[in-house]
């Protein structure tokens, strides 16, 4: 039984984070989809919002559990439980940010399984939704179409 810890800021979740959630929780055996939370930033979707619209649109898949968390991730993967971290990986600059963070986790124990972004989510990411959204664009293809009518009925 493998526990792995999939954690991100989600805000607003994208087609890209849904696709390595799919893929994450075919390989191992229970998948957590940890939202970050800070509690001295302002959120473009609030947490309850976002893990909501995450939890219906992986209500297919068996093995996750969604939960927020505050604090190092690596601290929140000991507390449920987790053995290796899951994150995706978009481009080079993605791998150079990631290294770091995957280095300081492995010394505490924690690996990471790092998923390549499908080619159509490569230039995908919660800042361009949210620009594509200031810009009254379609968000077709870029969010599900339950995450996209609730960023429309934000607006
Ligand atoms: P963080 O603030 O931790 O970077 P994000 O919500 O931006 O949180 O991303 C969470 C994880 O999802 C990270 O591992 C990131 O690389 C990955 N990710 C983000 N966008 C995509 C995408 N379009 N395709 C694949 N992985 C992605």
Do not use: W
Not at 93 to 103: K, P, S, V, Y
Not at 127 to 139: E, K, N, P, Y
């Amino acid at each position: 039984m493998t526990r792995a810890l999939y954690a991100g800021s989600f805000d607003p979740p994208t087609t890209g984070h849904l696709d390595i959630i799919t893929r994450a929780s075919a390989i191992v055996s229970e998948l957590v989809v940890g939202i970050g939370v800070h509690p001295d930033k302002t959120p473009f979707l609030d947490a309850d919002t976002r893990l909501e619209l995450m939890r219906q649109d992986c209500a297919h898949l068996p093995n996750l559990t969604f939960t927020f968390y505050t604090g190092a991730t690596v601290r929140f993967a000991a507390e449920c439980g987790a053995k290796v971290l899951v994150r995706g990986l978009r481009s080079y600059a993605d791998m150079n940010a990631e290294r770091g963070m995957a280095e300081i986790n492995r010394r505490e124990g924690y690996d990471t399984l790092f998923l390549l972004a499908n080619s159509q989510h490569v230039n995908l990411s919660s800042t361009v939704v949210r620009h594509v959204m200031d810009a009254g664009l379609s968000l077709d293809g870029l969010v599900s179409p339950r995450v996209a009518e609730a960023l429309h009925n934000k607006s």
